[in-house]
């Protein structure tokens, strides 16, 4: 199976001609991808907290940087200053080697999986993948799962129009759902 840096070197000529760049470094590449947490109600299990931060460390190969809230929302229980989310990005080998594991292992794994919809794909050509339940990554099998949480990875990239980035992540084997 090819790695994901592997198909982006054959993508980049496709995508030379296909949308008329003269030079190899015009063309989009995955500058990051950045994996959020939300704690929600588990904020308040110190024990939860903890598994989320060690498991979200397993999935990325990265220790989470913990996300406090910037306003207090009384009906949220939230207090300014209160950690309500772990964030993780990844760059260079490590974001390969997560994209690798997400695209080509945990998606397909995902129950009822019927492809990625298109409208996950924003304007400035960056993907967000919203994940349910966390234990579809292959680090978690065999691990003592008591919590499942979600989580969202965006996939950052330099494409300057949704239709460039769109040929790229096609290229690299992203699972869209197909209309």
Do not use: C, W
């Amino acid at each position: 199976m090819q790695s994901i840096k592997e198909k982006y070197k054959e993508a980049v000529p496709k995508i030379m001609k296909e949308f008329g760049f003269k030079s190899p470094m015009a063309v989009p590449s995955i500058l990051k991808v950045v994996v959020n947490v939300g704690t929600g109600k588990m904020r308040e299990k110190k024990e939860a907290v903890e598994t989320v931060e060690k498991h979200l460390a397993l999935i990325t190969g990265q220790k989470a940087s913990p996300r406090p809230a910037r306003v207090a929302i009384a009906s949220y229980k939230t207090r300014e200053g209160m950690v309500i989310g772990y964030k993780v990005t990844l760059r260079g080998e490590r974001m390969y080697d997560f994209l690798d594991r997400l695209i080509n292992f945990a998606i397909p794994r995902t129950r009822d999986f019927r492809g990625i919809p298109l409208k996950s794909l924003d304007a400035g050509g960056n993907l967000t993948v919203g994940i349910k339940e966390h234990i579809i990554f292959p680090e978690m099998i065999g691990e003592d799962v008591r919590n499942i949480f979600g989580l969202e990875a965006t996939i950052v990239t330099s494409a300057k129009k949704r239709e460039e980035a769109l040929a790229l992540f096609k290229l690299l084997g992203v699972p869209f759902e197909k209309n």
